[in-house]
């Protein structure tokens, strides 16, 4: 089979298609045959070595995959010819870009029935750390305020429909570019933070969700009791410290496979109320081109590689 590693860090040229040999499912776990998988910023910063996960390479990237299960072993949770989709392993190596994957079961869920591969290849890891964040840690509850950063980007565009589907009120950080878009998926109020200044511009917020390490000034906009969901800086005790000492709470997420939160997004999917955005889908040849889209920093949801 096909997967891309790398050897070394570096820039997306380091990024190679290799052939491998099929993985076989062991017990409890499922062989998929990939579809598509999605591109993360996490595999960005993992291949440049700026965020040294897996240790030293070489290592296969990626970790969102849709596909169908090719064989399942003794106890699996599906059966051949299943649809799936999930982010297995997490944080460990999962090889994601590659024509198979041998995965625990309960690490992924039946693929959305109204999503081809390629979108429903989008959703697991940037789905699972908005739903984790806003849903398990901040519990989001109807009629809260909630300031969501980056929320064009692949976390916030599904933070954005998680919170409203929660009945929240969302306002949404982003460039004046996405104004439009970030309206569409059901922002109340919008802030441009190039021209604006958030933490003077908003106030008595239930919840702030950070994905841009910005959780001193966020907490200038925490009501008392507020929650400061950190996915940038979940590991910072000093930042947890301070916010717990002004009488908010911090929720640091470190994203995990959960397979019964994918089934909840799936079923907000399937209904209506969640939908991915995919800006653009080029094969696993190209993974490289993919790490350079989602590393410029300007794409609008997710960039994903088409397998089959």
Same mark, same amino acid.
């Given at each position: 089979?096909?997967?891309?590693?790398?050897?070394? $860090?570096?820039?997306?040229?380091?990024?190679?298609? *290799?052939?491998?040999?099929?993985?076989?499912?062991?017990?409890?776990?499922?062989?998929?045959?990939?579809? %598509?998988?999605? *591109?993360?910023?996490?595999?960005?910063?993992?291949?440049?070595?700026?965020?040294?996960?897996?240790?030293? #390479?070489?290592?296969?990237?990626?970790?969102?995959?849709?596909?169908?299960?090719?064989?399942?072993?003794?106890?699996?949770? $599906?059966?051949?010819?299943? @649809?799936?989709?999930?982010?297995? $392993?997490? #944080?460990?190596?999962?090889?994601?870009?590659?024509? /198979?994957?041998?995965? #625990? +079961?309960?690490?992924?869920?039946?693929?959305?029935?109204?999503?081809?591969?390629?979108?429903?290849? +989008?959703?697991?890891?940037?789905?699972?750390? %908005?739903?984790?964040?806003? *849903?398990d840690a901040a519990r989001l509850a109807e009629g809260q305020r909630v300031l969501i950063h980056r929320a064009a980007g692949g976390v916030g565009h599904f933070a954005v429909q998680i919170a409203k589907a929660r009945g929240a009120h969302v306002t949404a950080l982003t460039s004046a570019a996405h104004h439009d878009f970030v309206r569409e998926l059901g922002?109340?109020?919008?802030?441009? /933070?190039?021209?604006?200044? /958030?933490?003077?511009?908003? @106030?008595?917020?239930?919840?702030? $969700?950070?994905?841009?390490?910005?959780?001193?000034?966020?907490?200038?906009?925490?009501?008392?009791?507020?929650?400061?969901? +950190?996915?940038?800086?979940?590991?910072?005790?000093?930042?947890?410290?301070?916010?717990?000492?002004?009488?908010?709470?911090?929720?640091?997420?470190?994203? @995990?496979?959960? /397979?019964?939160?994918?089934?909840?997004?799936? %079923?907000?999917?399937?209904?209506?109320?969640?939908?991915?955005?995919?800006?653009?889908?080029?094969?696993? @040849?190209?993974?490289?081109?993919?790490?350079?889209?989602?590393?410029?920093?300007?794409?609008?949801?997710?960039?994903?590689?088409? *397998?089959?």
């Amino acid at each position: 089979m096909r997967a891309v590693i790398q050897k070394s $860090f570096g820039g997306p040229e380091v990024l190679e298609l *290799v052939e491998r040999d099929t993985p076989a499912p062991l017990g409890g776990e499922v062989l998929v045959r990939v579809h %598509a998988s999605g *591109v993360n910023p996490v595999d960005v910063a993992v291949r440049s070595g700026a965020y040294p996960l897996l240790g030293e #390479p070489p290592f296969g990237v990626g970790w969102d995959v849709s596909g169908v299960v090719e064989e399942a072993g003794a106890g699996a949770r $599906f059966k051949a010819g299943d @649809e799936v989709f999930g982010m297995p $392993f997490f #944080p460990r190596a999962a090889t994601g870009y590659a024509d /198979y994957v041998a995965v #625990p +079961s309960r690490q992924v869920a039946r693929k959305p029935a109204t999503l081809d591969h390629a979108q429903a290849a +989008s959703v697991p890891l940037a789905a699972l750390t %908005a739903w984790q964040g806003l *849903v398990d840690a901040a519990r989001l509850a109807e009629g809260q305020r909630v300031l969501i950063h980056r929320a064009a980007g692949g976390v916030g565009h599904f933070a954005v429909q998680i919170a409203k589907a929660r009945g929240a009120h969302v306002t949404a950080l982003t460039s004046a570019a996405h104004h439009d878009f970030v309206r569409e998926l059901g922002a109340d109020r919008i802030i441009d /933070y190039r021209t604006t200044d /958030y933490a003077e511009a908003t @106030e008595d917020m239930d919840v702030v $969700f950070d994905s841009s390490s910005e959780g001193e000034r966020a907490l200038s906009v925490l009501k008392p009791g507020g929650t400061l969901v +950190s996915i940038m800086e979940h590991w910072n005790t000093e930042l947890a410290a301070r916010v717990e000492n002004e009488g908010r709470r911090f929720a640091g997420v470190s994203v @995990e496979p959960d /397979y019964a939160s994918l089934e909840a997004i799936a %079923a907000l999917i399937d209904a209506g109320r969640v939908r991915p955005h995919v800006s653009a889908s080029l094969p696993l @040849e190209q993974a490289a081109k993919a790490h350079e889209l989602v590393g410029s920093g300007r794409t609008r949801g997710k960039v994903v590689l088409t *397998v089959v």
